[in-house]
């Protein structure tokens, strides 16, 4: 089983400002990675899947990089609604996945 | 509207059987491999199951195999989990969601149902 370890768990960030969340598998899932936020009482969202392809409706604040075994979800310009908690996927192997999430506060 | 609607779920003994149901709108359910990912209260998410989108395969996770069985009819737009032997440990949320539109099972998830929840205690 591939284990994917989020950090940090936790992170303050300031309204406006850049967040950068980590995403680390046990071995290589290539670029099969999701990113996905949820907030209290809902439902996942998808927000980035390949790794780096936003999915529809996605801002363009959010973005997604890394392959192998390294990930980065970036949100560039934090708005009121992003503080919630992020989770990745791999999807690579089975069994998929999940970290084990960050959540994202204001600062 | 796209969407997806869970039900079934509720308070069951330990040892006891659940069928939850999604009923699927808004798109051709018959084209989508379809998944079950479960929340513990509190807790992250966790993969439960899958099933292609003509029902000829399906996934489960070790800690529901044997146990939980995936059917789909597409007939009737609606997905089901059957749940039988049920332990403390599978108290959570249960969704539905749907696969990135894909040839292969596994995948991203681009729609999610609100949820049902399961609680399993005495």
């Known amino acids: 089983e591939k284990v994917m370890t989020q950090s940090p768990a936790t992170v303050s960030v300031s309204p406006g400002e850049r967040a950068t969340l980590s995403c680390r598998a046990s071995?290589?899932?290539?670029?099969?990675l999701a990113w996905y936020q949820q907030k209290p009482g809902q439902a996942p969202r998808l927000l980035i899947y390949?790794?780096?392809t936003r999915a529809t409706g996605i801002p363009a604040r959010f973005s997604g990089s890394g392959s192998g075994t390294e990930f980065t979800l970036t949100i560039s310009s934090l708005q009121s609604e992003d503080f919630a908690v992020y989770y990745c996927q791999q999807y690579n192997n089975w069994p998929l996945t999940f970290g084990q999430g960050t959540k994202l506060e204001i600062k | 509207e796209v969407q997806l609607v869970e039900s079934g779920g509720g308070l069951v003994q330990p040892g006891g059987s659940l069928r939850l149901s999604c009923s699927a709108s808004?798109?051709?359910?018959?084209?989508?491999?379809m998944h079950w990912v479960r929340q513990a209260p509190g807790k992250g998410l966790e993969y439960v199951s899958a099933i292609s989108s003509n029902g000829g395969s399906t996934y489960y996770a070790d800690s529901v195999k044997g146990r939980f069985t995936i059917s789909r009819d597409n007939s009737k737009n609606t997905l089901y989990l059957q749940m039988s032997s049920l332990r403390a440990e599978d108290t959570a949320v249960y969704y539905c969601v749907r696969r990135v539109a894909g040839t292969v099972l596994s995948g991203a998830f681009d729609i999610w149902g609100q949820g049902t929840m399961v609680t399993v205690s005495s």
């Open positions: 071995q290589s899932v290539s670029s099969n």
């Open positions: 808004g798109f051709t359910f018959s084209s989508y491999a």
């Open positions: 390949g790794a780096s």
